[in-house]
């Protein structure tokens, strides 16, 4: 009687693992921020190297916008700070926005 109760309690208590919800950071393009701090920005803070992060930064510039990267929301939210800050002590309106990723 004791193993079987054990058992259904064990069984009940098996949790599913959820994968969190991950995010894409998509930065945005304006007139006034440097292609160079750009590409800085991204090698800095997402760990691009210089090649990609000079493909990204022309691809932002062309097409108005570009993906930096996919993270959990939490990471995805401090990058954006971290990015709009920094641009900010440097006098630039760059801007980047997240969006839920499928």
Not at 48 to 57: G, H, I, N, Q
Not at 59 to 68: D, R
Not at 73 to 98: F, M, N, Q, S, W
């Amino acid at each position: 009687m004791i193993k079987v109760l054990v058992k259904t309690i064990k069984t009940k208590l098996k949790l599913k693992k959820k994968r969190p919800n991950f995010y894409k950071i998509i930065m945005l393009n304006d007139d006034f921020t440097t292609m160079e701090f750009v590409v800085s920005v991204l090698k800095h803070y997402f760990n691009m190297d210089y090649y990609k992060a000079s493909k990204t930064m022309l691809k932002i510039h062309n097409e108005g916008s570009a993906v930096c990267g996919i993270y959990p929301k939490d990471v995805a939210e401090t990058k954006v700070i971290e990015v709009t800050k920094i641009a900010r002590v440097k006098g630039y309106p760059l801007r980047c926005i997240l969006k839920q990723s499928n």
